[in-house]
């Protein structure tokens, strides 16, 4: 088993990895708007900034693990105000569009904060690439 880990002071101090791999199988942790150096919450108030950024370290985390982007096959998504589910949704067509994955948007989360107003998840199956070479006889 494979992890991706970062710098976000929850992971240490609760135990957990921000994504695993087993397999061809990649599970990214529940990830919020999180600077790594700081601590501190990003994109305060703008639920979709937060999303736009959790979608940025999502693809990173499944690329740090040897998938990409087109991987992503699922993403359940926690929205703390229903106001915000238009923007979040939004967030996840500009990042995800191209790749369609199976969505799950829930209204009415509470977080460890109360400045994040989302949280997303992620699944990715890493599909075996080759390098298909010929040769002319």
Same mark, same amino acid.
Do not use: W
């Given at each position: 088993?494979?992890? +991706?880990?970062?710098?976000?002071?929850?992971?240490?101090?609760?135990? +957990?990895?921000?994504?695993?791999?087993?397999?061809?199988?990649?599970?990214?942790? =529940?990830?919020?708007?999180?600077?790594? &150096?700081? @601590?501190? %919450?990003?994109?305060?108030?703008? /639920?979709? *900034?937060?999303?736009?950024?959790?979608?940025?370290?999502?693809?990173? /985390?499944?690329?740090?693990? =040897? @998938?990409?982007?087109? *991987?992503?096959?699922?993403?359940?998504?926690? %929205? /703390?105000?229903?106001?915000?589910? =238009?923007?979040?949704?939004?967030? !996840?067509?500009?990042? !995800? @569009?191209?790749? @369609?994955?199976? &969505?799950?948007?829930?209204?009415?989360?509470?977080?460890?904060?109360?400045?994040? !107003?989302?949280?997303?998840?992620?699944?990715? %199956? %890493?599909?075996?690439?080759?390098?298909?070479?010929?040769? &002319?006889?």
């Amino acid at each position: 088993m494979q992890r +991706y880990i970062t710098n976000n002071s929850y992971e240490k101090r609760f135990g +957990y990895s921000r994504a695993v791999r087993k397999g061809p199988f990649v599970f990214v942790s =529940g990830t919020t708007s999180i600077d790594p &150096a700081s @601590g501190e %919450v990003r994109h305060v108030g703008s /639920a979709y *900034d937060q999303a736009c950024a959790i979608f940025e370290e999502i693809v990173r /985390a499944v690329t740090a693990l =040897g @998938g990409q982007k087109s *991987d992503i096959v699922r993403v359940r998504m926690f %929205v /703390a105000e229903d106001r915000d589910t =238009g923007k979040v949704g939004e967030a !996840l067509k500009e990042a !995800l @569009g191209g790749v @369609g994955p199976a &969505a799950t948007m829930i209204v009415g989360a509470r977080f460890v904060s109360s400045e994040m !107003l989302v949280e997303i998840e992620a699944d990715a %199956v %890493v599909t075996v690439r080759t390098n298909v070479v010929s040769s &002319a006889r």
